[in-house]
């Protein structure tokens, strides 16, 4: 592709808008200064299209805000996770720090591009210039098909000006985009903030002409792209069910290289296994591409899911019932080998909760409330409505406290959470998993999935009885009296000495 690039240009142009000099003055900068602060800095910093956007895709109710890790890791996470793809983070050190510690935590492997910044370099201009630098210094054809610059509070809440970025440098795609914490409720939130703006950028370079056809060669049979990081099986496991009514499983949505992107958009239809991803679904449909909400999970979601997908695909009818008729024997016969007795609160920041909440409900579960940080969407109705029936709370954008007092309404017997919430369950003796690591770490379709997630909640509901003799055997360690760090043994104090009796004022001398 032609590349146009007018560097000389660019050096010699100001930002259209100047930076919010005022945002930049007190302590008003940074998580602890309160989203409104935030807001209202951005907003005076000509960010308000990009702020009412967000607010449109990720809707902050009914609840507040969910507790979670700061959102800007998943867009850091999508872009690290691509092939040729280099990505920059503009924002305060503290921030970066925390976000390349937790990227190299889950094994990133790559290096996080960053350019500082102090108030003068904000003030003046002068740090988006630094960032248009370190952009020609990335975008080197031969290691790059994409840079991504992701601007963190301070810049977006001060107004650095990425959509003056080139688009393009040597045939190098620049993405750039805000990710405030004030914009973006959640982490899963903002990994489609990226997906969205690159399936963007796809869209329309295929729209000017030819783009690169997938690694493998364009699938034959019409493919169902998938949205929503999975454990790697998935897809095969989905490609497998597709298979039966003449389709393809296409790529996995945010995809692992550039042309993965094309390919995505080339499918017949899009399913929103993750039912959060309202930019890429907005490209999708702008490319004239079916969305299905749902996923293949158990029983009742894989069939209603072949379904959607067959008639979003024009797939004859009973093409679509024979399909049915020969996967879901497998998949009541897989839940009823491995079925799963007890209470189970569950709750979760993937975007998966409710698919895991119906798995486990066919599994014979008892499951009294679902709590998910990401927001009510059109593409998670259909499990809304199956849960509900069977008298399934649920709750969107669900706070710690939501899930704390579900924990203590419930008393179940095993708590699926969030850290805090483990954390809370195991203090009071009760058996509980990690939804991230644990459980959306874990196959969860067709077959498959069936006899994973049963395998491993039943081992941890078998122990129980571990719990409550570590309960015992640790009763009151590190409570009370006993908290804290003594160089010491610890002794209880002697009781204070009762006070001399109060002379009635009549009495006194
Ligand atoms: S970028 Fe993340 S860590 Fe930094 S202030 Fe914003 S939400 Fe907090």
């Not at 000099?21 to 209202?40: I, N, P, Q, S």
């Not at 607010?55 to 998943?74: L, N, T, V």
């Not at 809440?157 to 620049?174: F, M, Q, T, Y």
């Not at 958009?265 to 490319?287: G, K, M, N, Q």
Request: charged fraction near 20%.
């Amino acid at each position: 592709m032609a590349v146009s690039l007018d560097i000389g240009a660019l050096r010699a142009r100001k930002p259209a808008e100047p930076v919010n000099v005022e945002a930049t003055k007190g302590d008003g900068l940074g998580c602890h200064a309160g989203k409104d602060a935030m807001r209202a800095a951005a907003e005076a910093a000509g960010m308000s299209e990009t702020l009412e956007q967000l607010r449109q895709d990720y809707p902050a109710g009914p609840h507040d805000q969910p507790q979670s890790m700061c959102p800007a890791f998943g867009s850091l996470r999508v872009g690290l996770r691509m092939r040729r793809t280099a990505t920059i983070l503009s924002g305060s050190a503290c921030c970066v720090y925390g976000l390349t510690f937790t990227s190299h935590f889950y094994g990133a492997r790559r290096s996080v591009g960053y350019v500082p910044f102090n108030s003068e370099t904000l003030v003046t201009g002068k740090l988006f210039e630094d960032i248009r630098e370190a952009v020609h210094a990335s975008a080197k054809p031969e290691d790059c098909d994409a840079v991504v610059v992701i601007n963190l509070c301070v810049p977006t809440a001060s107004g650095v000006p990425l959509r003056l970025l080139p688009k393009e440098i040597d045939g190098v795609r620049i993405i750039g985009i805000d990710v405030p914490g004030f914009g973006v409720p959640t982490h899963a939130e903002a990994k489609d903030v990226l997906a969205g703006a690159m399936l963007k950028f796809a869209r329309s370079e295929a729209e000017q002409g030819p783009v690169q056809a997938p690694r493998g060669g364009r699938s034959e049979r019409p493919s169902v792209a998938l949205l929503g990081e999975m454990f790697p099986a998935d897809p095969v496991v989905i490609g497998a069910l597709l298979e039966p009514l003449g389709l393809s499983a296409g790529p996995v949505v945010p995809t692992r290289e550039w042309r993965e992107l094309y390919a995505a958009l080339d499918a017949t239809a899009v399913a929103a296994i993750h039912p959060f991803y309202t930019a890429s679904i907005r490209e999708f449909e702008a490319a004239g591409r079916a969305i299905v909400g749902s996923a293949p999970v158990g029983h009742d979601g894989t069939a209603e899911w072949l379904s959607a997908i067959g008639r979003a695909c024009d797939v004859p009818a009973e093409t679509i019932a024979a399909a049915q008729n020969r996967i879901l024997p497998a998949i009541r016969g897989a839940l009823s080998a491995m079925p799963i007795e007890g209470r189970i609160t569950l709750s979760g920041y993937e975007g998966s909760e409710l698919l895991v909440a119906r798995l486990l409900v066919e599994s014979g579960a008892e499951v009294p409330y679902v709590g998910t940080a990401c927001p009510r969407t059109p593409w998670s109705e259909p499990d809304r409505v199956w849960l509900e029936e069977r008298g399934v709370t649920i709750r969107y954008r669900a706070s710690l406290e939501d899930d704390l007092a579900a924990f203590h309404e419930f008393r179940p017997d095993l708590a699926v959470g969030t850290t805090p919430v483990v954390q809370h369950a195991k203090e009071r003796g009760t058996p509980a998993l990690y939804f991230t690591n644990l459980i959306s770490a874990r196959p969860l379709m067709g077959v498959a999935g069936a006899g994973s997630l049963a395998r491993v909640i039943n081992a941890a509901l078998a122990n129980k009885p571990r719990f409550d003799a570590m309960r015992d055997f640790f009763e009151g360690v590190g409570t009370g009296f006993a908290a804290g760090i003594w160089q010491d043994v610890p002794q209880r104090k002697a009781a204070p000495k009762a006070a001399a009796p109060v002379k009635p004022v009549g009495e006194m001398a």
